[in-house]
């Protein structure tokens, strides 16, 4: 734990997504207080030695092998090391920050992220699919490695800062919310036709395009939904999932005496972020402030299975186990990229999901070259799906 006006040794995976970015904001605000050791990108090698040369990262790598000369040019003469390739994002996760956020998106997070785990880190958690694809398997690394484990999601963020670590057995449920994207109250006619355009139009966050699109389907509760289970260790049937449309409520506890606690805030990730970068202190962030005077109502209601059948996809995976939802995720990702690309339409996506999910049914999972495999299949059964038309 880094003491008070100490510095904090950081590094971050995925430093130019949505959730890089505003990590990189806060730590250019308060700059005294972190050293950043790495920092990691995908392609965006423009982007990443800009960011790499503000806050003077020690070492910068780029996942795309043909970006490496772009990188390498941008940062001639600075004397920040740069590297290349899937292997390179691992060795930035690998050396010496007390702290790591874990924003790389998607799979593709998953063995940087173990990395960061098995030597003991503090790592902020905003890859889902870590805890989605291999949750068993993650969840035993922390607790042999002894990392230390905060959710950034800002709905597993707010139960974190709510849940009674302490006592678990105090807990009734858990309470995750959602906005319901942008088609929460749309025809399903017009959902039907949605463009990419109008699905990553996110009401109230600002976020990349994959995960605004699983928002608009409502798969992010889902695999949320997966994510609490290994977080907090409660089942299923003890996770609760209500939309709230002006995203200020973030989610809530209830305990065994009909108390409810809720974290609130205005829709802004460098909340639950700073939270993370500060701990176990907090830090000043430049976001909205909350005024409930003027929000003057607030709103809940229980997601429609017809317009989000993700969320029973979800469910259903959780409950059968195994590789399921490592399947659910690989599907939904490679069915997710096929709607961006305008290859299919938006009930596609979770069409594709269920038929894969029934297609690899069964699959069970020990190690982590198991769900490799699994999510390598499902991708390739996600990419070969047939789905009947709208209505079929």
Same mark, same amino acid.
């Not at 995976?13 to 970015?21: H, M, N, R, W």
């Not at 030695?49 to 092998?65: L, M, S, T």
């Not at 993650?138 to 849940?163: C, K």
């Not at 229980?302 to 993700?310: C, K």
């Given at each position: 734990m880094v003491a008070a006006g100490a510095s904090r040794a950081?590094?971050?995976?995925?430093?130019?997504?949505?959730?890089?970015?505003?990590?990189?904001?806060?730590?250019?605000?308060e700059p005294e207080r972190f050293e950043v050791v790495a920092v990691t990108a995908n392609t965006n090698a423009g +982007?990443?030695? *800009?960011?790499?040369?503000?806050?003077?990262?020690?070492?910068? @790598?780029? &996942?795309? /092998?043909?970006q490496y000369r772009t990188l390498s040019d941008a940062l001639g003469g600075t004397g920040i090391e740069c590297a290349a390739g899937a292997g390179a994002l691992v060795e930035a996760a690998e050396r010496q920050a007390e702290w790591v956020m874990a924003g790389i998106v998607g799979a593709a997070g998953l063995a940087p992220t173990l990395a960061a785990v098995r030597r003991g880190a503090i790592v902020a958690l905003a890859n889902k699919e870590c805890l989605v694809c291999a949750g068993?398997?993650?969840?035993?690394?922390?607790?042999?490695?002894?990392?230390?484990? +905060?959710?950034? *999601?800002?709905?597993?963020?707010?139960?974190?800062?709510?849940? @009674?670590? &302490?006592? /678990?057995?105090?807990?009734?449920?858990?309470?995750?919310?959602?906005?319901?994207?942008?088609f929460r109250t749309a025809s399903m006619n017009r959902i039907a036709g949605a463009t990419p355009e109008q699905a990553v139009a996110h009401p109230n966050w600002d976020m990349g395009a994959k995960i605004s699109v699983d928002s608009a389907t409502m798969m992010n509760k889902g695999l949320e939904l997966i994510e609490a289970h290994h977080l907090f260790g409660l089942p299923g049937e003890r996770i609760e999932i209500v939309v709230h449309p002006q995203s200020i409520v973030h989610s809530m506890v209830a305990y065994i005496d009909g108390s409810v606690l809720a974290q609130l805030g205005t829709p802004d990730m460098r909340i639950p972020i700073s939270y993370a970068l500060a701990w176990p202190q907090r830090m000043s962030t430049p976001s909205e402030r909350l005024d409930l005077c003027t929000i003057a109502r607030l709103d809940f209601e229980?997601?429609?299975?017809?317009?989000?059948?993700?969320l029973r996809l979800a469910r259903e995976a959780l409950g059968a186990g195994g590789a399921a939802p490592t399947v659910l995720n690989a599907a939904n990702e490679e069915a997710v990229g096929q709607f961006l690309a305008g290859r299919i339409g938006f009930l596609e996506i979770a069409r594709i999901v269920e038929a894969v999910l029934e297609e690899m049914a069964g699959l069970g999972i020990s190690t982590l070259d198991d769900v490799r495999e699994a999510d390598r299949a499902a991708r390739m059964h996600a990419r070969a799906a047939r789905t009947a038309p709208a209505g079929g």
């Open positions: 950081v590094t971050v995976l995925g430093s130019t997504g949505s959730v890089g970015c505003s990590t990189i904001d806060l730590i250019e605000r +982007l990443l030695a *800009d960011q790499a040369r503000r806050v003077g990262a020690g070492f910068a @790598a780029i &996942a795309d /092998p043909a068993s398997l993650f969840i035993r690394e922390v607790a042999a490695s002894g990392a230390t484990l +905060l959710p950034v *999601d800002s709905e597993h963020n707010a139960i974190y800062q709510v849940f @009674a670590s &302490a006592a /678990p057995e105090t807990v009734e449920k858990i309470i995750l919310t959602a906005s319901g994207g942008p229980a997601p429609d299975p017809v317009r989000f059948p993700a």
